[in-house]
């Protein structure tokens, strides 16, 4: 029977994370009648991920598994599309898990016919405190908004999507930023300069769990200056000239003034601080991507097991 929905999954060295979200499909409420499978593609050549998960959870026996060698997030998510077989492709991320009625509220997105794409919001889910004072909620949250609303590029993510299958007959992730992050970014800014409508569900909701590696404020630091980069990068690659050259005074404007306010926020707090260091970190990518320059977020390291 043809799905109705391939949930793809792209994964690299996260075992316990890979079964954790699993688990947590297999128990999902799904509208009656709708017909689901699950893709996943390990992006280690070694492709162990399908014994490790098995070993973890049972649940892996319903997922069709496949192996991406090439360590390229934006080719395993190519991979994932190519085995797809359901009319919608759903995307998640491998240290995520799902709330039970995800696909419920999807669909119910679906059939009201209004969009070509839909997104939820990620909740953050704090494994172990590392760092007290770096508030969950404060940091880590992302923004949200009513159900229906048309979304910016910002707000599309492939780590909680529906979007028509028929779609990627002309659009494919690009390689060029498999290893910066930002390919999920890319592709759906080129999706909504075409015209495709991207909505937002609100009540589609997968949490993201952060391990005590990240609850530090050196993960938000990288993770702030990849955004400054990848934002501006995106500019320049979609040729918007006019929008990158008005940024590049901005982004040297807000250096000006950012940057002497920091020792005056110390004096409120490490938690104000710390807002008014990523903002200038943010910024720091804008310059850095002015200057033609890029960053690995993902360096696909030789042997270890990624945080999970």
Not at 96 to 122: H, I, Q
Not at 184 to 192: A, G, S, W
Not at 233 to 239: K, S
Not at 263 to 275: C, K
Request: with cysteine.
């Amino acid at each position: 029977m043809t799905p109705d929905v391939s949930i793809c999954i792209a994964t690299f060295r996260r075992p316990r994370g890979l079964a954790r979200l699993l688990d947590s499909l297999a128990r999902l409420v799904l509208p009656e009648g709708l017909v689901v499978e699950i893709v996943v593609v390990d992006n280690d050549a070694a492709g162990d991920a399908q014994s490790r998960a098995l070993a973890a959870c049972e649940s892996a026996r319903t997922a069709r598994w496949f192996v991406e060698p090439r360590q390229n997030i934006a080719l395993a998510r190519n991979r994932s599309v190519s085995e797809a077989r359901g009319r919608w492709i759903a995307f998640i991320d491998d240290d995520e898990v799902a709330d039970g009625n995800w696909l419920v509220e999807f669909w119910k997105c679906v059939e009201r016919g209004e969009g070509d794409g839909f997104f939820g919001p990620v909740l953050p889910r704090l494994e172990e405190v590392a760092t007290p004072w770096l508030d969950v909620e404060t940091f880590y949250s992302r923004p949200r908004h009513s159900s229906g609303t048309r979304i910016a590029v910002r707000d599309a993510s492939t780590s909680n999507a529906l979007v028509r299958r028929s779609l990627f007959a002309g659009y494919r992730f690009d390689p060029g930023w498999g290893r910066t992050g930002g390919e999920d970014n890319e592709i759906f800014d080129r999706m909504l300069a075409a015209g495709v409508r991207l909505l937002w569900c609100d009540e589609a909701i997968v949490c993201e769990t952060i391990p005590a590696c990240r609850h530090r404020l050196g993960w938000l630091t990288q993770r702030a200056f990849r955004g400054g980069v990848g934002f501006t990068r995106l500019q320049r690659q979609h040729r918007r000239s006019g929008a990158v050259w008005r940024g590049l005074p901005r982004a040297l404007l807000a250096h000006a003034v950012l940057v002497p306010l920091l020792p005056l926020a110390l004096l409120a707090g490490r938690p104000a601080a710390a807002r008014v260091w990523l903002r200038i970190c943010t910024q720091a990518g804008h310059l850095w991507a002015f200057a033609g320059r890029s960053y690995e977020e993902y360096g696909y390291p030789a042997a270890r097991v990624l945080p999970e």
